[in-house]
């Protein structure tokens, strides 16, 4: 049963992060550290796309029947609203050390209508390291600014925010936000 796998599977990562064996009754549940998260666990834990949590932000996991963990931020609206409803079915989480890959994060940039901003804004993200996996546009009403949304790939919210920074100093650049569900 997949339920069985998951608690296997989560009570080796907390051992082997933390080193000591886990408590074996329900009642000493409470005291438990938060389980440790990697990001490569496969299908037993998954991150949410509503919020798109990476490394970095503090996060909280839901325990769905059959499915295993769903990995939320823990600002995400979404997840607040279903934690507030079923509070026994959620457990804290922290993210793991080297994690060794990338997280996908939806940022939306706001430029001003001018030729090859959409070229320099995509540039500047290569540059700073991280890969574009979308990209769209939204059309305005007087056509002097669009909204550029990105679906792009990081190490972490310190990387997230380097690519931010160095976007922002595009020249027809006018913000740049973090886009979340």
Known sequence: RM??????????????????PLP????????????VIYGNEGTSVQLS????????????????????IMVHASDCDIAKRQRSK????????VWGHDLGR??????KVLVRNEKGVLAHVAAEIGESDANIV???????????????RFTIQVDDRIHLARVMRNVRRVPGVERILRERA
């Open 24 to 35: 074996q009754h329900a009642d000493d549940a409470g005291k438990l550290d938060p389980v």
């Open 49 to 68: 796309p509503c919020c798109q949590p990476i490394p970095g932000d503090t996060i909280f996991g839901q325990l769905r029947r059959d499915q295993g």
């Open 102 to 107: 990338r997280f996908d994060c939806r940022v």
């Open 134 to 148: 979308y990209v769209g546009m939204d059309d305005d009403r007087d056509h002097t600014m669009k909204l550029l």
């Open 86 to 93: 079923e509070p026994d079915r959620w457990i804290d989480l």
């Open 3 to 20: 339920a069985t796998l998951v608690a296997r599977h989560i009570r080796g990562l907390m051992e082997s992060e933390t080193g000591a």
